[in-house]
């Protein structure tokens, strides 16, 4: 049995879309990267209604800070990251985990700066398999990393029905327990 962690990526306000990877996951944990400066108090509330969900930080207002041509990245300060995960601490109470996720799976800053104001893990492109990038494939030909993270973005302009139908098979394997990040 392969134990796997489902991360969804991009989260900040309330659709359709959100709401139906809400309720197709409802019965599995789910880690939800939200991005605190852009989050809109409708989704916080419909995220509430979902105890499986466990709520992690996705930067701060996933602003591409790259120059033109360059590989994408968000540049944050300190007090970026320290008002976001105290947004997201009191918006979500114990929903929340201090999980860092950085933008475009990219972090360049200091790994013990984020220790030090309180996460107790980051979650990056080095850990993760991107299900949009897998789609076409059974679940024993993917070589899943050390933690076990497979990343979705429902929200993401690509997701189409091939990425629903993924996921939806995926949630149904039987040879997949499903944790949390917090395990």
């Keep these: 049995?392969?134990?796997?962690i489902l991360r969804d990526d991009d989260c900040f306000e309330?659709?359709?879309s959100t709401r139906r990877f809400l309720e197709l996951t409802k019965?599995?944990?789910?880690?939800l990267a939200v991005i605190p400066g852009s989050i809109k108090f409708n989704l916080v509330e419909l995220i509430k209604k979902y105890p499986n969900v466990t709520v992690v930080q996705?930067?701060?207002?996933?602003i591409n800070s790259a120059d033109k041509?360059?590989?994408k990245f968000e540049k944050f300060d300190r007090l970026d990251i320290q008002t976001g995960k105290s947004m997201l601490e009191s918006l979500f109470k114990n929903q929340f985990y201090p999980c860092f996720v950085p933008p475009w799976n990219k972090f360049d800053g200091d790994y013990k700066l984020l220790y030090d104001m309180g996460f107790k893990k980051v979650s990056d492109s080095t850990n993760v398999i991107d299900l949009m990038k897998v789609k076409d494939k059974v679940m024993e030909e993917i070589k899943v990393p050390e933690n076990n993270t497979i990343m979705t973005h429902h929200t993401h302009r690509n997701w189409d029905d091939k990425c629903w139908l993924s996921l939806e098979l995926l949630?149904?394997?039987?040879?997949i327990k499903w944790k949390s990040i917090r395990s």
Excluded: S, Y
């Design 69 to 71: 041509d360059k590989p």
């Design 27 to 31: 019965r599995i944990p789910v880690m």
């Design 171 to 175: 949630i149904e394997e039987e040879n």
């Design 1 to 4: 049995m392969r134990e796997l």
């Design 14 to 16: 309330l659709t359709q």
């Design 58 to 62: 996705h930067g701060w207002k996933h």
